[in-house]
């Protein structure tokens, strides 16, 4: 038996959608609730609505009762960035992050193992990246959080399975996490003056490229691509591309590694300090100690952009590499 939803009903349902907080999300349910016609047809539907309802209390209620701190959602960042892994259900997001990372998130044939994000450090290098598995991204309920922790991240790496449709969890993904205000940072201009967004660098990657023979998939995906999208084709299984992989996250975070030298010894090599590219001596100092920014005499940098030990100002910018010596 068809539903006959009025007019009315599809209206509270795009609120619903566009809702940011569980309390708006309920009243716009409750009232797609009291819209809807009562008969047979509307039974499934109307239980469904009590459902989201039923989660989103209870989710509120768990808000109220623990601390953010304490939140599975709420994850310091750790490493040279904090990255989620995003995608639909049983594309693999969780076996890359294992594949990638020393994390163990539960991977498995079967859709939705991921309840709550897992994190996970990738090395790459001599720096280490956080990576985090998420639960996968659906319409029929979505936890606030999880939009809150995607909201702080460097980078989003958005994961399609190029066996099983793509193109439509690419736009599916997208459009949902449209809606909540989150957009590619590269699409920044065409949203010139619309406020409240947040703007994200994506990478998109085109899982279970298993071999060689899936390769045209791959090709075909990025030809029916309207947009220039930042793509991988990638395996989790057979570990293809996971190298590059590492290298694109690294460049698209626009990171550089920065190494100290006390005067009269060799530079420290194994533990860089990770800048923004553009940042400069001051950063640097900053970074190594506040007494360094408030009485920073000189300062010596060995690099590409320089000869061995050139004094250098404050305001002189850094290099992916360098090596800087501070005296007070």
């Given amino acids: 038996m068809p539903a006959n939803l009025p007019p009315d009903y599809f209206e509270a349902e795009k609120r619903y959608r566009a809702a940011k907080t569980p309390r708006e999300k309920i009243a716009c349910l409750e009232q797609m609730l009291t819209i809807m016609p009562k008969h047979k047809g509307t039974d499934k539907l109307r239980a469904d609505l009590r459902r989201r309802i039923s989660k989103l209390k209870d989710a509120s209620r768990s808000k109220k009762s623990v601390g953010k701190r304490d939140s599975a959602f709420h994850i310091d960042k750790e490493g040279a960035g904090q990255v989620p892994v995003l995608g639909p259900a049983n594309v693999g997001k969780s076996a890359l992050v294992a594949a990638l990372t020393n994390a163990s998130p539960q991977v498995a044939d079967f859709p939705n193992t991921t309840w709550q994000p897992t994190p996970g450090m990738m090395p790459v290098g001599d720096i280490q990246i956080q990576l985090i598995d998420t639960p ?20 989003i790496l958005l994961v399609v399975d190029l066996q099983t449709d793509p193109m439509q969890q690419l736009e599916d993904t997208t459009a949902m996490l449209d809606e909540f205000r989150i957009v590619p940072l590269r699409l920044k201009e065409r949203y010139a003056g619309q406020p409240g967004l947040t703007f994200i660098p994506f990478l998109v990657l085109a899982n279970k490229n298993d071999d060689h023979r899936s390769d045209e998939n791959f090709e075909i995906l990025c030809e029916l691509l309207e947009d ?35 005067p009269g010894k060799d530079p420290d090599t194994n533990t860089p300090f ?19 920014v408030k009485n920073l005499k000189m300062a010596r940098v060995w690099g590409q952009s320089v000869f061995d030990g050139q004094k250098v100002q404050r305001d002189h910018v850094l290099h992916d590499g360098d090596v800087v010596e501070l005296r007070l």
Avoid: C
């Avoid at 659906?138 to 460097?154: N, S, T």
């Avoid at 989790?236 to 975070?253: D, F, H, I, P, S």
């Fill in 136 to 155: 996968p991204l659906d319409r029929e309920y979505v936890e606030p959080e999880l939009m809150d922790l995607i909201r702080r991240a460097d980078l």
């Fill in 228 to 262: 220039d999208w930042p793509m991988l084709s990638v395996s989790a299984t057979t570990g293809r591309n996971l190298e590059t992989l590492k290298q694109m996250v690294t460049a698209r975070l626009e990171i550089i590694r920065v190494y100290s030298k006390a």
């Fill in 274 to 292: 990770v800048l923004k590219k553009g940042s400069t001596v001051a950063d640097f100092a900053g970074k190594v100690h506040q007494d360094f």
